[in-house]
């Protein structure tokens, strides 16, 4: 999401061109898509996915994560950013929505994807170890074909 979210240099890009963007993907045969969005597509592109995949860690590993990022950037520039992102800011504003999305976000996700197994491929990944599982097993399938 955030390479037709954010221009380089981190700012964002106008609303109608991530719209633009965000329903031709939706409107190709196969997507994949990682990341949030915003309020107004997320729920859109759950409903219209065939397959989903919920990392659901504890929310320390996540703030973890973000450091480490944040740490490791002063290296090299974090894989599928824009350009020139603002990396302090960036780390910032991902601490505040973790917190947010842990208390608001997360339990809707559980919700949703424990209905969608129903109709759907679900793939609800709680720990480290499930999501190299989970990459093993993708692996193998694309070996496979």
């Known amino acids: 999401m955030d390479k037709i979210q954010y221009q380089s240099g981190g700012a ?9 963007t965000y329903d031709q993907i939706l409107a190709t045969d196969r997507w994949i898509i990682d990341g949030f969005g915003c309020r107004e597509t997320i729920w859109l592109r759950l409903n219209e996915a065939d397959s989903l995949v919920l990392v659901d860690l504890p929310l320390y590993v996540h ?9 490791s950037c002063s ?8 350009e020139n992102s603002p990396i302090l800011k960036s780390s910032i504003n991902s601490y505040r929505a973790l917190w947010l999305c842990h208390k608001y976000l997360t339990p809707r996700y559980r919700e949703y994807v424990d209905r969608a197994q129903k109709t759907k ?3 609800h990944i709680r720990s480290t170890e ?3 599982q989970f990459f093993d ?5 694309t070996n496979d074909c």
Do not use: A, D
């Open 12 to 20: 964002e890009v106008p609303n109608e061109e991530y719209k633009r």
């Open 137 to 141: 097993s993708i692996l193998q399938m």
């Open 75 to 82: 290296f090299i520039s974090p894989e599928g950013w824009s």
């Open 130 to 132: 499930e999501i190299s």
């Open 63 to 71: 703030f973890w994560w973000v450091t480490k990022r944040l740490i």
């Open 121 to 123: 491929s679900v793939y």
